[in-house]
């Protein structure tokens, strides 16, 4: 059995996250990127910047988006969000792994294309983090617990860190996207995030999708590191028999 549920393309499996400031930015990023890049991420920083008409235009271009405003709240105003985010084209969009946000997506997500992704644990927090935030669990412990509440509730896939990325193929099987952030090709900086793995140890361990911010964008040379990370992707794909 394949534990893909990925595109065949490496390339489509790279996310380069749009996290800058304007429009004007993400602009030039897109254009030093070319054709390197075939799927982008839009977060908070570049949304609430004018980032969403961008990512309609990105979308009209046929490139792929993910619009990443992690949503939570009642059902009815996360069904409104979400239709809006379907109208501009996007591919992925996430909401927070609560059963009652995903049960609201779900319903709302119907043929329009756009796939939803639950947010299982930020990869930047650690067992002290949940702890302070209130929650009496591992990291691991609250992704496997999110990861079957994302199973029952009929979610297209989740966000989480590589490192949980080969427990949640072993309880999802191929039902669920892995779509993982918090990567990092060796010898990069970690930045904020504390629970990382190289692009192949994350393919190797089952990712369907990488999140990369800050070692593309902020790269000398940005489509030269995408190119890498598209290398070791592929490699890594070999490797796993995919
Ligand atoms: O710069 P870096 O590669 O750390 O960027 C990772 C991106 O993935 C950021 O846009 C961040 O918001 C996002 N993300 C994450 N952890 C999650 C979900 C999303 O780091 N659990």
Do not use: W
């Not at 793995?197 to 593309?216: E, M, S």
């Amino acid at each position: 059995m394949t534990i893909s549920t990925g595109p065949e393309n490496p390339r489509d499996r790279l996310i380069v996250a749009l996290d800058v400031p304007d429009v004007e930015a993400a602009q030039t990023l897109v254009e030093a990127l070319g054709d390197t890049v075939n799927f982008y991420k839009v977060g908070m920083q570049l949304a609430y910047g004018g980032g969403l008409d961008f990512a309609r235009g990105l979308a009209d271009d046929g490139r792929q988006v993910f619009i990443d405003l992690k949503l939570l709240d009642i059902a009815n105003t996360v069904k409104h969000g979400l239709e809006s985010l379907a109208q501009l084209g996007a591919t992925f969009a996430t909401v927070h792994a609560y059963p009652q946000t995903m049960r609201a997506a779900v319903e709302v997500r119907g043929d329009s294309g756009l796939k939803i992704l639950g947010v299982t644990a930020l990869t930047s927090l650690d067992e002290k983090d949940l702890i302070e935030a209130g929650y009496a669990r591992t990291p691991e412990d609250l992704v496997e617990f999110r990861v079957r509440a994302a199973l029952d509730c009929g979610i297209d896939g989740v966000v989480a860190s590589p490192l949980e990325a080969r427990r949640i193929r072993e309880i999802a099987g191929p039902n669920l996207a892995i779509v993982t952030p918090g990567i990092r090709p060796a010898g990069a900086d970690r930045g904020d995030q504390k629970r990382t793995t190289t692009p192949g140890d994350a393919i190797l361990a089952g990712a369907d999708y990488l999140v990369v911010g800050r070692p593309v964008i902020a790269a000398s040379d940005p489509a030269a590191a995408a190119n890498a990370i598209v290398d070791e992707i592929e490699d890594a794909l070999t490797k796993r028999g995919d």
